[in-house]
């Protein structure tokens, strides 16, 4: 492992500059980051259908005022009464209620920061395996969402001509199908 190179003010005191309902903004030396108010992180469901279409979610973004591309994803943690929730049972969550499918086996593939510059959040990339759909989707009575079935061969040129009409594609989807097609199912 290479020699620890924190910056000089790495260890300074934390300071709070703002505090809002989820997210502060803190800063410490000069560095300044976002933090999540809740300590769960995030998750990302890697889902692909019996027919092996890729799941993708598509909704409008305020902090970008644009519509996007994403995998189904979360807060972990995030819901009432469910605080210490892990990130297995997020996924399982967050893939019934934003697309309307229900797995019987999750597997943790990764965690790594979301934008380590940036933020304090970390976010884990779950399989989902053996997908049913039993229900609509579209998230809860706060998010709009639109789901889409991308056969897993064509997801790549999908996302590039979903980018060529004006939507935000999150960069976290080609790293989610890279795990999608270099991880095998272990139970």
């Given at each position: ?27 410490r ?23 092996d ?34 990130a ?100």
């Open positions: 492992m290479p020699a620890h190179r924190a910056p000089a003010d790495a260890n300074n005191p934390v300071e709070t500059l703002y505090e809002g309902r989820w997210l502060s903004l803190r800063k030396g000069r560095w300044e980051y976002a933090e999540r108010n809740h300590p769960g992180g995030a998750v990302i469901i890697l889902a692909v259908t019996p027919e279409n890729v799941l993708f979610v598509e909704q409008y973004r305020v902090a970008i005022q644009q519509n996007t591309i994403e995998m189904p994803a979360g807060l972990v943690g995030d819901e009432h009464g469910h605080h210490d929730e892990s297995l049972l997020a996924a399982q969550r967050e893939l019934e209620e934003e697309t309307g499918y229900r797995c019987t086996h999750l597997e943790f593939i990764h965690e790594g920061p979301s934008s380590s510059g940036m933020s304090t959040e970390m976010i884990a990339f779950v399989r989902a395996w053996d997908l049913e759909k039993v229900g609509p989707g579209g998230g809860n009575e706060h998010e709009n969402i639109v789901v889409h079935e991308v056969p897993r061969s064509q997801a790549g040129a999908w996302l590039f001509a979903r980018a060529a009409e004006g939507y935000s594609i999150d960069p976290k989807v080609f790293a989610g199908l890279w795990f999608i097609e270099h991880t095998d199912r272990k139970a």
